[in-house]
Nanobody, 118 residues
């Protein structure tokens, strides 16, 4: 049973924008902080942004002011609007329900590839 589906990745030039979407099953989405994570080649997976059920957000320093996380509780979907993209944003992006600073609820899915390049 698929519980998280990430989409919206692609190839974009530096300075461009992308909007990622993560559709979750209701049982996962409801009552959980949702997070967007990313993993670049040769690097550990890192938290990019998170949003609580009440809409409070936090961001990695590297994306503050450029990325915006939001959630639509009616659609069980969390979004990541990425603006002013940089080559160092290139990674596979994943969403998950965030339990703590080190724990997520589900096994990692396939993610969606974001490539920032000329």
């Amino acid at each position: 049973q698929v519980q998280l589906v990430e989409s919206g990745g692609g190839l974009v030039q530096p300075g461009g924008s992308l909007r990622l979407s993560c559709a979750a099953s209701r049982s996962i989405f409801t009552g959980n902080t949702m997070g967007w994570y990313r993993q670049a080649p040769g690097k550990q997976r890192e938290l990019v942004a998170a949003i609580t059920t009440s809409g409070s957000t936090n961001y990695a320093d590297s994306v503050k002011g450029r990325f915006t996380i939001s959630r639509d509780n009616a659609k069980n979907t969390v979004y990541l609007q990425m603006d002013s993209l940089k080559p160092e944003d290139t990674a596979v992006y994943y969403c998950n329900a965030r339990i703590s600073s080190t724990l997520v609820l589900l096994s990692w899915g396939q993610g969606t590839q974001v490539t920032v390049s000329t």
